[in-house]
């Protein structure tokens, strides 16, 4: 753009006034400028001006500013298919002028321009188009023919950024410019661009069509190279934008231009060779894609897959077997009857009509048709030109053609729609540039050949692409293939249809891969690695509770409470309910010692009551001795209720008969003390203390003692009672089954009561350890009461610390110590001389007035 308002500034000064003269005098203006020479020309009513690229490079020199610049030439070779797209212009205009029902009676013209490529060159003949070619120009009126152009619209250029700068200065006039081929998405500006219009599809409609596709097909890790003109950076940067959206990550991005450093082009081939990308979206000119082509095949690179722009469709670059399998979007592929027969109706004589026309029969013909050129025969005629094999002749991908051939038509209907009514033309009718742009954006039409010509409000058609694919042919050639369709138009996810296989590079069946990390699979997530692209990425194991069940998670999710991760972490899976169940090896051994002490227990039990009437049995209330052993056997069947699947009413059961039979067992216990040491004090003399503590009062103080338990025990269990809950803190993987507390007071309360009966009876029976007797009951019952004490006591950080499962068994255990241990110590003696030594089960001995071996 700043050269264009740099030669802007220039040419308006190229009109240069004489000398000041009255309104009704003549004004002389001069064109200092020389016009450049027309390629293709035909006079009309009205002339249409046509700008191609048929050459690609512009021969300069270096100003020397002391006399006017040399005019700009082309040079280099003719690039034969942008002399077809000229010649499909000037056939069309021929068509129209055949018609009857389009501009009847108007003969159309046209002047057709090489550009060279260039933008300087595309802005001078973009002011020709503007003013003329006349060098003189008589008015009487200051030169006002810069309100009239010198054609009504323009058809060309067809790279991007000749057009932008064309577009900037004939948009001031108003003149109408419709490119074939000019994509780059800014040129759908119309702020700034308001007099563009194009046949050919927005490069933003191509990018969003590739970034999609590139997505389509898995690839996550691509290269870039575009050109660096305003064609490759803006269409790089609408395609990097939409391949951001679709989470796709660009190794490189590299630009070069034809006209650059060679150096430049190395390092651009050298970044392509060291890249670990695949796949490679190249958003370049095809020009530039040549030289490109040509330094990669020098040192090649490993296998890519190469996605084009339009470059795909050029039929020159199909040489290169590095881009066999090539796929990419271009334009659909048409068919104009009679183009072929118009484009090889061409003699040697019309040929030398037009310097193109005549440069081209040369270099097809290596001869010269002038006979100047030496070393080069004179042309003499036998040359055939239905015998040529070259871009010009070759009518089979008629792709770009056949957008010239629709912004042709465009530009007639628009001319038709202002100076025709519906049966009459007005050739002398007058006109402003504005007025056929206005009627430009509202055309509608379908063409001869079946395509419907129409632009949206930003000066775009709807845009269609075919999927092109380079495959092998049988006879090892490559060939464009279409495999696909993308048509803008169609409902938003359907917009992408494909109708054939495609041949992947080297022959493959199945798409290449190109990521820069594998997929991470269900129950891990992606942890971008430091400094990378967001596709580059660690897979990182979910952390303990959470899953992933997906490919390519960001995040692990959190199983619900009761559910916890499988192995592979990708569903979750209920916890297991765990508990002291009865098939557990920990709870048959618990259990069989349960049984076995109830057994000991009623064993004890028959041997007493054999024996009811001998004197040890006699000697310390038998009745408390029954109930004691009663006690016992309840005490080692109440454990069995702590095992099993815990239920509202086991867990009430476990916790209140474990209290009420402890503490009838320890109130028994405590009686026989107590009487113990009443019978040694009542055999002082005048001592009647057993007149207080006879077996009534025996009997009332276990019952008292057990109904103040029975009270706890009915105060917890209708305040705050035990029932089941499932205990998911202890362990993460799995779920306890337990018997909440409830109340943890009531507990504590149950427990307390046992403690101090307990206690209270250690402290009494200690007291009397020594009395004199052979057979001091009081002796065993301190070691009962010492074992059960110390049994509870290590119970208590047991219970608190044991998980799960383990705390009931403690509590069984601890149940079934201590119950093994009032039985052991306070009857074991007894049954001990009962059974095995009978002779010492007398009175006498009991008292101590016989003889006795120690026990």
């Known amino acids: 753009m700043q050269l264009t308002s740099a030669l802007l500034i220039f040419v308006s000064v190229l009109w240069i006034n004489g000398p000041t003269a009255n309104k009704t005098d003549l004004v002389s203006c001069r064109l200092w400028s020389e016009p450049q020479m027309l390629g293709l020309y035909m006079n009309g009513d009205f002339v249409i001006g046509g700008l191609f690229s048929i050459h690609y490079i512009l021969r300069s020199e270096q100003n020397t500013y002391t006399r006017p610049p040399l005019q700009p030439q082309c040079s280099g070779s003719m690039d034969f298919r942008q002399l077809r797209f000229a010649r499909a212009m000037e056939f069309t205009i021929h068509e129209i002028n055949n018609r009857t029902d389009l501009l009847p009676g108007i003969t159309l013209g046209y002047q057709i321009h090489d550009s060279c ?48 700068s064309m577009t900037g200065m004939l948009g001031l006039f108003g003149i109408p410019q419709v490119s074939y081929y000019a994509t780059c998405a800014c040129l759908s500006d119309k702020r700034q661009y308001p007099a563009f219009l194009r046949t050919v599809p927005s490069d933003h409609y191509q990018a969003a069509a590739l970034a999609k596709m590139v997505k389509h097909f898995g690839w996550t890790w691509i290269g870039a190279v575009r050109s660096d003109t305003d064609y490759g950076n803006y269409g790089m940067a609408s395609f990097l934008k939409a391949a951001q959206e679709e989470g796709i990550c660009v190794e490189y991005s590299e630009s070069y231009y034809r006209t650059q450093p060679r150096s430049k082009l190395e390092r651009v081939a050298n970044v392509i060779r060291r890249s670990t990308a695949r796949v490679i979206v190249a958003f370049v000119h095809t020009g530039d894609m040549k030289f490109l082509l040509e330094e990669l095949a020098k040192q090649p690179p490993p296998p890519l897959q190469w996605i084009g722009s339009f470059w795909i469709i050029d039929p020159e670059l199909l040489r290169f077997n590095m881009c066999a399998g090539a796929i ?49 025969r004179k042309c003499n005629g036998s040359e055939d030109i239905r015998a040529l094999q070259n871009p010009y002749t070759d009518t089979s991908q008629l792709r770009i053609t056949n957008l010239v051939y629709k912004a042709t038509y465009a530009i007639a209907h628009a001319i038709h729609g202002v100076i025709c009514n519906d049966t009459q033309c007005d050739k002398s009718a007058k006109f402003t540039p504005w007025q056929i742009l206005n009627q430009l954006k509202r055309v509608n039409f379908t063409t001869k050949n079946g395509y419907q010509v129409t632009f949206d409000s930003n000066g775009d058609p709807i845009a269609v692409y075919e999927l092109i694919n380079w495959q092998f042919e049988k006879d090892g050639s490559i060939d464009f293939v279409t495999v696909g369709r993308y048509d803008s138009s169609k409902p938003r996810g359907q917009e992408f249809s494909m109708n054939r296989a495609i041949s992947w590079l080297g ?24 400094g990378k692209p967001v596709c580059c990425y660690d897979c990182i194991p979910c952390a303990e509770g959470e899953i992933s069940n997906k490919t390519d998670s960001l995040n692990c999710a959190q199983c619900p409470p009761e559910f916890w991760p499988n192995a592979q972490r990708h569903s979750c899976l209920p916890k297991p309910v765990e508990f002291l169940s009865w098939d557990d090896t920990l709870s048959i051994i618990l259990t069989v010692f349960s049984i076995t002490g109830a057994f000991i227990a009623v064993c004890v039990a028959a041997v007493f009551y054999k024996h009811r009437t001998s004197p040890i049995v006699r000697a310390n209330n038998s009745e408390l001795s029954f109930l004691l052993l009663f006690s016992l056997t309840l005490c080692f069947l109440c454990s069995l209720t702590f095992i099993g699947r815990p239920s509202k009413w086991s867990c009430m059961l476990r916790h209140t008969a474990f209290g009420i039979t402890f503490v009838l067992c320890i109130s028994c216990v405590l009686g026989k003390t107590i009487v113990v040491l009443m019978a040694f004090r009542a055999t002082l003399p005048g001592s009647n203390a057993m007149k207080w503590f006879g077996p009534s009062q025996q009997r009332l103080s276990v019952l008292a003692f057990t109904l103040i338990q029975v009270l706890i025990c009915v ?111 306070i009857f074991a003696p007894k049954c001990f001389i009962i059974v095995f030594r009978p002779e010492q089960n007398t009175k006498k001995h009991i008292m101590g007035k016989a003889p006795s071996k120690s026990l």
């Not at 973009?126 to 323009?154: H, L, M, R």
Request: glycine share 6%; net charge neutral; with cysteine.
């Open 715 to 825: 105060l917890w269990l209708t305040i705050s009672p035990p029932l089941p809950f499932k205990n998911p803190k202890h362990y993460k993987e799995k779920i306890i089954l337990e018997c909440g507390l409830g109340s943890p007071v009531g507990f504590w309360a149950v427990l307390g009561y046992i403690g101090f009966l307990a206690l209270l009876c250690f402290v009494l029976a200690f007291l009397a350890r020594k009395l004199p007797d052979n057979f001091n009951e009081a002796r065993f019952i301190t070691f009962s009461m010492l074992i059960f004490c110390a049994v509870w006591v290590s119970f208590i950080p047991a219970y608190v610390s044991s998980p799960g499962k383990f705390t009931v068994a403690v509590e069984i255990f601890a149940i079934l110590a201590s119950s093994f241990g009032l039985i052991i110590c």
């Open 507 to 530: 022959g493959q069946t199945e798409a290449p891969r190109s990521v820069c990390s594998e997929s991470c699979p269900p129950g891990t997530r992606k942890a971008v690695q430091k």
């Open 328 to 376: 990419g979007f271009g334009i659909p592929r048409s068919v104009i009857p009679g183009l072929r027969e118009f484009l090889l109706d061409l003699s040697p004589a019309q040929a030398l009509k037009s310097p193109l026309l005549t440069e081209f029969w040369e270099s097809s013909f290596s001869c010269s048709l002038k006979g100047s050129s030496e070393g080069a």
């Open 117 to 164: 490529a260039a933008v300087p060159m595309s802005v001078k003949v973009a002011f020709q188009f503007a003013n003329g070619i006349e060098p003189f120009y008589n008015d009487t009126d200051s030169c006002s023919k810069s309100a009239a152009a010198a054609v009504p619209a323009v058809v060309g250029e067809s790279n991007s950024s000749p057009s932008i």
